[in-house]
């Protein structure tokens, strides 16, 4: 691959996106540069620009909202459901102006948000649906994968997630319309060579991090399966310890288990700290995703976010992510569940 002398958006690039698109269930996949890149190319060809409001939620990773923001749009933040912390179906429509343009539901920790209803929602207000799936390969909805319901779905490909090209990002999508668009802009707006049909960026994928994604992709499942008979396990012994919630799947999905993040609620024994300390004390990671929602970051206080989301600030107190990965042995599950 090196000696064929084309190391980005090469061959190769084009092989891990066909892999990709069939894997997903959708015509077209095309490959950029990262996760953010992904969310913000699928929003600008899909004509999101300034003035428009997208809405979306708080709880996530803060390149969800900046991708709106690089287009010129608004993100307009609708609170979470407390089960599941993905975007409440039941608050989007209060939120829907005659700027609002499309919908970007999270898919977060890997469980795919409710697209039965936000589509219903997308449909009976003609927004569009771009669903930010870059903590859920592999995820289902009634059968269908995560990416390939809205007008695209976004993915990243970065280490943590639960496959990794280093960095890298795909968007999914069923118009060609909407591929061929993304492919010019990704490339400098240069359909022939040195002819730029518009102002585009470079977010290019390299063969390199291609070449991972394939080997990646196809360990994918397998993965997935194990991360979530660890998902299983934890479940089944935490569930019943007083003031610790465990994650839900309803019915008809299935989940990426891309985290396995419980709520500490004031009823459990210790403090959300405590527990944080007495696991790392014997060598447990955690983590906190995520402590500070995104209307409430210190690079969006002169946005003019002043209402409160009440479910989005109570669980970002209550989160805890606790081991989940495919390599966890029963006996490190059990060494988990001791700490307790
Ligand atoms: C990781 C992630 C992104 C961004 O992906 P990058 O590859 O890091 O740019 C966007 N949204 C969510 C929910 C993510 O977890």
Same mark, same amino acid.
């Given at each position: 691959?090196?000696?064929?002398?084309?190391?980005?958006?090469?061959?190769?690039?084009?092989?891990?996106?066909?892999?990709?698109?069939?894997?997903? +269930?959708?015509?077209?996949?095309?490959?950029?540069?990262?996760?953010?890149?992904?969310?913000?190319?699928?929003?600008?060809?899909?004509?999101?620009? /300034?003035?428009?409001?997208?809405?979306?939620?708080?709880?996530?990773?803060?390149?969800?909202?900046?991708?709106?923001?690089?287009?010129?749009?608004?993100?307009?933040?609708? =609170?979470?459901?407390?089960?599941?912390?993905?975007?409440?179906?039941?608050?989007?429509? *209060? /939120?829907?102006?005659?700027?609002?343009?499309?919908?970007?539901?999270?898919?977060?920790?890997?469980?795919?948000?409710? $697209? *039965?209803?936000?589509?219903?929602?997308? #449909?009976?207000?003609?927004?569009?649906?771009?669903? =930010?799936?870059?903590?859920?390969?592999?995820?289902?909805?009634?059968?269908?994968?995560? +990416? !390939?319901?809205?007008?695209? +779905?976004? @993915?990243? @490909?970065?280490?943590?997630?639960? $496959?990794?090209?280093?960095?890298?990002? $795909?968007?999914?999508?069923?118009?060609?319309?909407?591929?061929?668009?993304?492919?010019?802009?990704?490339?400098?707006?240069?359909?022939? #060579?040195?002819?730029?049909?518009?102002?585009?960026?470079?977010?290019?994928?390299?063969?390199?991090?291609?070449?991972?994604?394939?080997?990646?992709?196809?360990?994918? !499942?397998?993965?997935?399966?194990?991360?979530?008979?660890?998902?299983? @396990?934890?479940?089944?012994?935490?569930?019943?310890?007083?003031?610790?919630?465990?994650?839900?799947?309803?019915?008809?999905? /299935?989940?990426?288990?891309?985290?396995?993040?419980?709520?500490?609620?004031?009823?459990?024994?210790?403090?959300?700290?405590?527990?944080? *300390?007495?696991? !790392?004390?014997?060598?447990?990671?955690?983590?906190?995703?995520?402590?500070?929602?995104?209307?409430?970051?210190?690079?969006?206080?002169?946005?003019?976010?002043?209402?409160?989301?009440?479910?989005?600030?109570?669980?970002?107190?209550?989160?805890?992510?606790?081991?989940?990965?495919?390599?966890?042995?029963? =006996?490190?599950?059990?060494?988990?569940?001791?700490? @307790?």
């Amino acid at each position: 691959m090196l000696k064929g002398g084309q190391l980005a958006q090469g061959k190769i690039v084009e092989q891990f996106e066909n892999n990709f698109a069939k894997f997903i +269930g959708v015509k077209y996949a095309c490959a950029v540069a990262n996760g953010t890149a992904a969310l913000h190319l699928a929003l600008l060809s899909l004509g999101i620009s /300034k003035g428009d409001e997208v809405i979306t939620t708080s709880f996530s990773f803060i390149a969800t909202a900046n991708a709106i923001l690089y287009t010129g749009a608004k993100p307009v933040f609708v =609170d979470v459901d407390e089960k599941t912390f993905n975007i409440n179906p039941e608050l989007i429509e *209060e /939120k829907i102006t005659s700027k609002t343009k499309a919908i970007l539901p999270v898919h977060l920790y890997g469980l795919p948000a409710n $697209m *039965e209803q936000i589509m219903k929602i997308a #449909r009976k207000h003609n927004l569009l649906v771009v669903e =930010d799936a870059c903590q859920a390969h592999g995820a289902e909805i009634n059968d269908k994968k995560a +990416g !390939s319901i809205g007008a695209a +779905g976004c @993915f990243s @490909f970065y280490p943590t997630k639960n $496959m990794t090209t280093g960095e890298g990002g $795909m968007i999914t999508t069923n118009s060609s319309t909407l591929a061929q668009k993304i492919r010019l802009l990704r490339n400098h707006g240069m359909r022939e #060579r040195y002819r730029h049909e518009e102002i585009g960026f470079n977010l290019r994928m390299t063969d390199i991090e291609a070449a991972i994604g394939l080997e990646q992709l196809k360990k994918l !499942s397998l993965m997935n399966k194990k991360r979530a008979s660890n998902a299983l @396990f934890l479940s089944k012994q935490l569930k019943n310890i007083e003031g610790i919630l465990t994650p839900i799947v309803p019915q008809g999905i /299935k989940h990426a288990w891309h985290q396995y993040t419980i709520r500490v609620t004031p009823s459990y024994k210790l403090t959300r700290e405590k527990l944080i *300390e007495r696991l !790392s004390a014997k060598k447990i990671g955690t983590a906190i995703y995520y402590a500070v929602p995104i209307h409430l970051q210190l690079a969006y206080k002169n946005l003019g976010y002043t209402d409160t989301l009440p479910v989005t600030e109570q669980i970002s107190k209550e989160v805890l992510s606790i081991p989940v990965r495919p390599d966890l042995t029963v =006996d490190q599950l059990k060494y988990i569940i001791d700490q @307790f």
